[in-house]
């Protein structure tokens, strides 16, 4: 997969494992947050797993999670854009599902305006990139 420029540089999209795995864990046993186990009662173990995530989420500061997820828009739209790469040719870029994606990452840029200092330059840098790859695809 190319790279995509950002003015802090090069950006390379990557695929990432998820945090936390979904389904049934060793044992048969549900995870936080898993499809199976759905209508049974929660374990203490489950509880206390959810509240340790709980409390991971609530350490960090908002910024940073609406920052994550402003790339993780980010990622889609270039997954979506560079679609012939990722797939091995087998696909053309997909332009309606890219431009969703840009436009929600635009919503959360440009909506918050300064209230995304210090990375208000950064995330806007990286919504113009994906917007002239997507003009020279089009």
Known sequence: ????????????????????????????????????????????????????????????????????HAMALFELAALHLEREAATGGAEQPD????????DAMAALVEGLGDRIQPYRAQLEGALNQLRMAFVELS
């Open 1 to 68: 997969m190319s790279t995509i420029w950002t003015p802090s540089g090069e950006y390379v999209p990557r695929e990432e494992p998820p945090d936390r795995p979904v389904g049934p864990a060793p044992g048969g046993r549900a995870t936080p947050g898993g499809a199976s186990g759905e209508g049974r009662e929660p374990t203490p173990e489950d509880l206390e797993a959810a509240l340790a995530h709980a409390r991971a989420v609530l350490a960090a500061p908002v910024i940073e999670h609406v920052g994550g």
């Open 95 to 102: 332009l309606a599902e890219a431009s969703l994606a840009i």
